[in-house]
């Protein structure tokens, strides 16, 4: 009998699934800032966004990532009230659009990995961008680091207004350029999840958008 039962017992355990756990990811939005580089023409005017801010969660699952990452757009500024007005009014319709969303639905980076410490510099990501009602592939670079249970992201990508349906913004006789380089800085805690946990993509929450700052004039 016993040795009848030993050839079972051999392959349930080389055979049958061993559970494990996913890593999920979730920025701190006290420690996440999203912003923006763009430049206008004729004078070659620099404009930069700052001040937004990331939630949602990113899993790392068999070596890939699936999950997405949200920011307001209302949350954006350019340290000139009126003009962040025109911009979120006339251009973003944060009114209509009130988020933008980075979608990853199994995107690998070579070094990352589900147990230990890591350092990922400058490596090249693919992943979707929601913006203006609008979903695009993006292509970006991405430096992202391990120590505990912590994890480190800092990424960029440019993005084509034209894209995603916005207008090329013009302020006070600058047009801006359409590329726009987005930059993210992000840190926030790991955790293990269930396998079986869904991380797909929900759609950006039709809910209305705060209403953006009005205008000091300055």
């Not at 966004?49 to 790392?60: C, D, N, P, R, S």
């Not at 912590?150 to 349906?165: H, N, P």
């Amino acid at each position: 009998m016993l040795k009848l039962l030993l050839p079972v017992l051999f392959s349930t355990l080389i055979f049958s699934p061993i559970a494990h756990a996913d890593l999920a990811w979730q920025p701190a939005p006290a420690s996440s800032e999203v912003g923006f580089k763009a430049v206008g023409r004729p004078a070659m005017l620099k404009i930069n966004g700052e001040k937004g801010k990331l939630t949602g969660q990113i899993v790392l699952r068999g070596g890939a990532l699936h999950g997405q990452l949200d920011v307001a757009m209302n949350d954006f500024t350019t340290g000139i009230d009126l003009r962040d007005r025109h911009m979120k009014e006339t251009y973003l319709e944060t009114g209509k659009f009130p988020n933008a969303r980075l979608i990853f639905d199994g995107t690998t980076i070579p070094g990352i990995q589900e147990q230990g410490n890591f350092k990922v510099e400058s490596a090249p990501f693919r992943a979707s961008l929601e913006l203006h009602g609008q979903r695009k592939p993006i292509e970006g670079e991405a430096s992202i680091s391990r120590s505990g249970a912590v994890a480190q992201v800092d990424a960029k990508f440019k993005v084509k207004l034209s894209d995603y349906g916005i207008q090329i913004p013009k302020y006070l006789g600058i047009t801006v350029a359409e590329d726009v380089t987005i930059e993210i800085k992000a840190s926030g805690p790991l955790r293990a999840i269930a396998a079986s946990a869904p991380v797909t993509a929900k759609p950006v929450s039709p809910k209305r958008a705060a209403p953006a700052k009005k205008s000091s004039g300055r």
